[in-house]
């Protein structure tokens, strides 16, 4: 075998992008106002909230033993306070349909979404939040403990920093004055300088909230007595240095990756999740090279990235790693083949230097809204039709199944 007795295969979602009707959570309110800077609204999404069980049943017959998911927030605590036993038990029914069929269920507890509520009491900037997040975490963890395998806190905890530094998202001072986030703001009936939804939490402040959150979560949920290991996720980015750009990369390492992957002394893994490398020479964040093949969303096709963002991982961290999230958008489903097949070449070598690596979660299991894109971009394994919400199994969804089943590459 080429991977360890045990290695997870998996393939991964999140809530919002999938489930449908997420009515109550902030990003519906921002894909809603007139002006927003979603491309198009999430809807009925793949109607996984109704279909999950056709939907785990086609990862498990595949071949895959595990499935990473979020349950959303909002649904749970609709109100602050007031838990709804009906969609904690929905959530309970996904985790038993993940065991009647031979698949470890690895839940994250908060994938960029958060109840509207919660925003409007302050969000990712608040001092309240942690405690907050904290108290929903220790309640599914006491209700649905038995039934997880892993548990991710925070997906990304740093991609308020990641996008914003890397300038995929303008500066948080035009985002604040721009009409779509003014309006949601007026929805709520804050400030837009109090609107702080997750995915924009890039200030100090907004750093500790998210990193403190995380550590409470941690301990609201040991202390239910759950024995499953938690750790969080993090956009561990690959960052090059191009002469010349060595200090501007060494900066950029320290403050979207390494002060994160330090700070989680007492988890149980560090959950990594990469898409591509970055290149830095003097003047900061390079262009794409040219001649270098580019995915549906402008990434350059670089899976090696996910080897060096493993190897770092865990160098920083001390850490086991659960490969979390990696994969490419690409309308070309033989290009994910390449694609996946080179990184997964990367984590042999991690294997095979000593690295702990715990499992390999493809991004994603369907093709799913891709947040501020709208559905154009399509990552996943399993196509839908979204009219029908039909499924259709590519590829590559049977090639790596078959990999997950013979625990070997090639
Ligand atoms: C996120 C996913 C997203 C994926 C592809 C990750 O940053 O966790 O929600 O769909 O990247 O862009």
Not at 22 to 48: G, Q, R, Y
Not at 167 to 191: F, H, K, N, Y
Request: charged share 20%; net charge negative; aromatic share 10%.
């Amino acid at each position: 075998m080429d991977f360890p007795k045990g290695f997870i295969w998996g393939s991964a979602t999140a809530a919002h992008q999938v489930e449908g009707n997420n009515t109550n959570n902030d990003i519906w309110l921002l894909e809603h106002v007139e002006h927003s800077m979603f491309k198009e609204p999430s809807l009925d999404a793949c109607d996984h909230f109704h279909r999950y069980p056709e939907d785990i049943k086609l990862l498990a017959d595949l071949g895959f033993n595990s499935y990473r998911f979020s349950i959303e927030w909002a649904r749970v605590e609709p109100e602050e306070g007031h838990f709804s036993a009906a969609a904690i038990d929905h959530y309970r029914r996904m985790l038993m349909a993940c065991h009647s069929h031979g698949i470890k269920p690895f839940v994250t507890f908060h994938h960029f979404s958060s109840p509207q509520w919660l925003i409007k009491a302050g969000g990712w900037e608040s001092d309240d939040t942690p405690a907050l997040f904290a108290r929903y975490c220790g309640r599914l963890a006491a209700d649905l403990g038995d039934l997880i395998a892993g548990g991710c806190t925070i997906n990304e905890a740093n991609i308020g920093r990641v996008l914003i530094s890397s300038g995929v998202l303008p500066p948080m001072d035009l985002i604040r004055t721009s009409p779509g986030w003014v309006e949601a703001s007026d929805q709520l009936g804050i400030s837009a300088d109090d609107f702080n939804p997750f995915m924009f939490a890039v200030s100090e402040q907004g750093q500790r909230v998210v990193m403190a959150a995380h550590h409470q979560a941690v301990e609201a949920i040991r202390a239910t007595g759950a024995t499953f290991p938690v750790g969080v996720t993090l956009a561990v980015q690959d960052i090059v240095a191009v002469k010349g750009g060595e200090a501007i990369a060494a900066q950029h390492q320290l403050e979207v990756n390494e002060q994160y992957l330090t700070d989680l002394v007492g988890d149980d893994f560090v959950g990594v999740q990469c898409y591509t490398r970055h290149r830095y020479d003097a003047n900061g964040a390079m262009p794409t090279e040219e001649g270098v093949e580019l995915t549906q969303m402008g990434y350059e096709f670089w899976p090696e990235a996910l080897e060096s963002s493993i190897r770092q991982a865990h160098a920083c961290s001390g850490l086991p790693v659960l490969v979390t999230e990696n994969g490419l958008s690409t309308t070309d489903d033989s290009r994910r083949i390449a694609f996946v097949e080179r990184a997964l070449q990367g984590v042999k070598n991690c294997l095979k230097d000593g690295v702990p690596v715990m499992g390999y979660t493809y991004w994603s299991l369907l093709d799913n809204y891709e947040w501020m894109l709208g559905y154009r971009p399509t990552f996943g394994l399993i196509a839908v039709d979204r009219a029908t919400q039909q499924r259709t199994v590519k590829d590559s969804a049977v090639w790596l199944g078959n990999i997950a089943r013979s625990n070997r590459l090639g």
